[in-house]
Nanobody, 121 residues
Framework: QVQLVESGGGLVQPGGSLRLSCVVS????????MGWYRQAPGKQRELVAT???????NCVDSVKGRFTISRDNAKNTVYLQMNNLKPTDTAVYYC???????????????WGQGTQVTVSS
C-alpha cells in the first residue's frame, strides 16, 4: 500500500518561510508527476505547483517568485519551499503523486493527508 506523508506545516508570520516535504512510501513500480495543492476554508482545492520526473515545473501565478517546488527521485520526495508567505496562503496543503503500482497497472493519482499552513501575525 502506498502512502504519502507530508510534513513541515505550521504557523508563521507574514513574510516568513516554511518548507513542506512529502515522502512516498510503500510498494510501487514508479512515480511520474508530483505536486502540491491547497484548500482554504470554504474554497475548492487548487493547484499550487507541479513537477515532472525530469524536473519541469509549473506553478500558479499567485505563488510565482515566492514558492519553489523540487523533488529528490532517489528519496521519492517532493518539496515546496515557501518564502514571503502571505495570509492568503493560509490553507491545508496536500501532496499529490501519479503512481504506478505495478508494471501492469495504469498511473493513479495518490494524495497525502494534508498539512496545515497558517500565515498570521
Amino acid at each position: 500500500q502506498v502512502q504519502l506523508v507530508e510534513s513541515g506545516g505550521g504557523l508563521v508570520q507574514p513574510g516568513g518561510s516554511l518548507r513542506l516535504s512529502c515522502v512516498v512510501s510503500g510498494s510501487f513500480f514508479s512515480i511520474n508527476g508530483m505536486g502540491w495543492y491547497r484548500q482554504a476554508p470554504g474554497k475548492q482545492r487548487e493547484l499550487v505547483a507541479t513537477i515532472t520526473w525530469g524536473g519541469s515545473v509549473n506553478c500558479v501565478d499567485s505563488v510565482k517568485g515566492r514558492f519553489t517546488i523540487s523533488r529528490d527521485n532517489a528519496k521519492n520526495t517532493v518539496y515546496l519551499q515557501m518564502n514571503n508567505l502571505k495570509p492568503t496562503d493560509t490553507a491545508v496543503y496536500y501532496c499529490n503523486a501519479e503512481i504506478r503500482a505495478t508494471v501492469f497497472t495504469r498511473m493513479n493519482d495518490c494524495w497525502g493527508q494534508g498539512t496545515q499552513v497558517t500565515v498570521s501575525s
